[in-house]
């Protein structure tokens, strides 16, 4: 049964999933994506009106084009044997990441989210039931946030930390207000790449490819923790942005209101 229950939830994460390589407009919905991507180190541009409508909502999507410092999160609607490579990859190199995990994800791997907390990563919303947030009602909108948090202090006894990845990439200004309203920020991204279809995997060296070629400052990397190319690349990749003169560092930095003297880093035992 729980095997029938993964297979639904992957069908429908990857529906989802489908939609966001493009930027779009439709009955107020937007699917965040950028379609131009960066390239040479160039930060990709959304264009102006996406860009106002995220700065002037406690989103983000990029960090500063001064700063060589990249951000590294993960989308985690449930859990395929992929992470626990990704996670020794991420402790061996002491690189702090953003997981944004699903009720479904915290309901079936409460080990792995525990292992997130103790190595010194931090954990954000991404809904209980990954609905499309533009088409629930307030009172469902609150109830999602209200049920992850709650099922992430259930197996941690802590607070979950205070970002949202909308599912699907899927937000209006509606969606934006809640978040607000609710204490969260918003975290898109500028640079991810067709990973999570998991029976078209090409490779650890074809995700080291698409991550370099899209690398530039300030980056709010997305990679899904399904993908068994991005375990395969993972330590190559973090040796190889680093050469590159980056830094990895936890989201945290990007809101200047919200770090404190030391931020959460990697804590290795």
């Not at 407009?25 to 950028?34: F, K, P, Q, T, Y």
């Amino acid at each position: 049964m729980k095997k029938k229950h993964d297979k639904l939830l992957q069908t429908a994460l990857i529906v989802g999933m489908l939609i966001q390589p493009a930027l779009s407009v439709h009955a107020n919905d937007i699917s965040w994506g950028i379609p131009k991507k960066g390239s040479g180190e160039v930060q990709p541009y959304p264009g102006s009106d996406y860009e106002s409508i995220v700065k002037d909502n406690d989103a983000y999507y990029i960090g500063s084009p001064d700063d060589n410092a990249v951000y590294l999160t993960f989308d985690c609607g449930y859990e395929n044997g992929n992470l626990p490579t990704i996670l020794d990859a991420l402790k061996a190199a002491r690189v702090p990441a953003l997981f944004f995990l699903t009720g479904h994800f915290m309901e079936e791997e409460p080990e792995l989210v525990l292992r997130m907390v103790q190595e010194g990563h931090l954990v954000g919303n991404h809904t209980y039931d990954h609905p499309n947030l533009t088409t629930v009602s307030k009172e469902r909108f609150f109830d999602e946030l209200a049920r992850a948090e709650a099922k992430f202090y259930e197996i941690t006894g802590q607070e979950m930390s205070k970002y949202l990845r909308p599912p699907e990439g899927r937000f209006n200004q509606e969606v934006l207000n809640w978040a607000k309203e609710a204490g969260y920020y918003t975290i898109l991204w500028s640079l991810a790449y067709v990973d999570w279809h998991v029976d078209q995997q090409k490779g650890g060296a074809y995700a080291h490819e698409q991550v370099m070629k899209r690398m530039h400052p300030g980056a709010i990397m997305l990679l899904h923790s399904t993908s068994s190319d991005n375990a395969a690349a993972m330590a190559d990749l973090i040796s190889s942005i680093e050469e590159a003169g980056y830094l990895f560092k936890s989201l945290q930095y990007l809101m200047m209101t919200d770090v404190v003297e030391e931020p959460m880093g990697i804590v290795i035992e």
